[in-house]
């Protein structure tokens, strides 16, 4: 279900309402429905998925679905740096409603694509990881059948579980991969004792480019995504909070205690999003409920920032 109700979550401090030095994102960003969204009218738009499903069937801690209004609460008041030429919107949300996760998927998959096709980057607030998919669906709808997808993913976990019972927040990548022969995929911030034999076996066999947490640098991050990208037509860029250091972000569905400090992250969505070939950037797993003191929240909706920051500027 799609609705896009979600103004009052644009609101925070107002330091001037006509000097625009001044102004916020609360007061910049337009919310709209995405009928409105026509052919180069915004830079980047915003879309929200309200879904835990993927991650109940992962057997996870529910809570992400608060993740996108949270998120956008917690941007609201943060410095809007573009000039006046620069147009940003929020088409609201899609809602996994009950069980009918692939039916939200489709529907995200379609507001992603109307965005892509009017010329908007688009920024994706999950929700559980199964995010991904349908956010992979709208801009494969978007490109074509014929252009070549890299997908960077930022995580912990490969994401390449079998779904031969039912897909969830740990099978889309495989999903993506067994179906689709024009995608391919590079995760970063992999955990070695976080994926079993198994997992790093089927990477091995699905030909999935990867790095270590333990053994990334600037260096090595920038060097492989520039292989990579190489080969693709265009890119789209995940986060799954998990991967970040369990000490700066406790509210996700699993922690990671040795995981990639907030630093770290940062710098790779800056080097993906300012490439000209990336068309979008999805954040998963903020997970409110787990959120206590909302340090995650608070962080999330900086990397976020980072991201819409990076897509404006490689636009």
Same mark, same amino acid.
Request: hydrophobic share 40%.
């Given at each position: 279900m799609y609705n896009n109700e979600i103004e009052k979550y644009w609101?925070?401090?107002t330091d001037s309402t006509e000097n625009r030095a001044s102004f916020r994102l609360h007061q910049i960003v337009k919310s709209i #429905?995405? &009928? /409105?969204v026509t052919t180069d009218t915004y830079d980047? +738009?915003?879309?929200?998925?309200e879904c835990d499903e993927g991650v109940r069937r992962n057997k996870g801690r529910l809570g992400a679905s608060q993740g996108p209004n949270a998120i956008r609460q917690s941007m609201s008041s943060l410095p809007h740096i573009f000039n006046e030429n620069v147009k940003i919107a929020d088409i609201g949300n899609v809602q996994c409603q009950g069980t009918a996760l692939e039916e939200a998927q489709i529907e995200l998959g379609n507001h992603v694509s109307k965005l892509l096709v009017n010329n908007t980057k688009c920024i994706v !607030?999950?929700?559980g990881h199964e995010t991904l998919y349908g956010h992979y669906l709208g801009v494969r709808q978007a490109v074509g059948e014929d252009q070549k997808i890299g997908i960077v993913n930022i &995580? +912990?976990?490969f994401d390449l579980r079998d779904y031969d019972e039912q897909p969830s927040s740990g099978t889309m990548f495989k999903q993506i991969l067994d179906d689709d022969v024009n995608a391919s995929y590079f995760v970063c911030g992999i955990q070695r004792y976080g994926n079993t034999v198994e997992l790093f076996e089927r990477a091995g066999d699905l030909g999935?480019?990867? !790095?270590?947490? &333990? /053994?990334? #640098?600037? /260096? #090595?991050? /920038?060097t492989a995504f520039n292989d990579f990208s190489a080969k693709c037509d265009v890119i789209l860029l995940t986060l799954c909070t998990d991967v970040l250091d369990a000490a700066c972000a406790p509210g996700v569905s699993a922690p990671s205690p040795f995981g990639m400090h907030p630093k770290e992250v940062r710098s790779i969505i800056r080097f993906v999003t300012t490439n000209q070939k990336t068309t979008s950037f999805n954040i998963c797993e903020v997970n409110p409920s787990l959120d206590p003191s909302g340090i995650t929240v608070k962080l999330g909706a900086q990397l976020t920032n980072e991201a819409m920051?990076? !897509?404006?500027?490689g636009k």
């Open positions: 609101t925070g401090r #429905t995405s &009928d /409105e980047v +738009a915003f879309v929200g998925f !607030l999950g929700g &995580d +912990a976990h999935v480019t990867y !790095l270590y947490e &333990d /053994e990334m #640098t600037v /260096e #090595t991050v /920038e920051v990076g !897509l404006i500027r």
